[in-house]
């Protein structure tokens, strides 16, 4: 599975892609991981201010944190940034 990274994300990450060699069942479980091995550990990776797409689909359109995610997978992450 290939998890990209956009944005700040990358330097969050510190690189442009991941391919992932931990088995996770989902996108809740992704996350979790992702949330571990990030180098910041003062910023979280989470629905409320990251999209994340599963092979091009927002996984609010599939079954958002439940989504099951397989090997060969395309996981994307971006970053939603505003202001007030």
Do not use: C, Q, W
């Amino acid at each position: 599975m290939k998890v990209v990274f956009v944005g700040h994300l990358k330097m969050l990450f510190g690189k442009e892609y991941l391919i992932l060699e931990e088995r996770v069942e989902d996108i809740s479980s992704l996350i979790k991981y992702l949330n571990r091995i990030k180098l910041d550990k003062s910023v979280s990776v989470d629905r409320r201010n990251t999209l994340i797409l599963v092979n091009g689909v927002e996984v609010s359109a599939l079954n958002g944190l439940d989504t099951k995610v397989n090997e060969g997978d395309v996981i994307t992450l971006v970053p939603v940034t505003h202001g007030g």
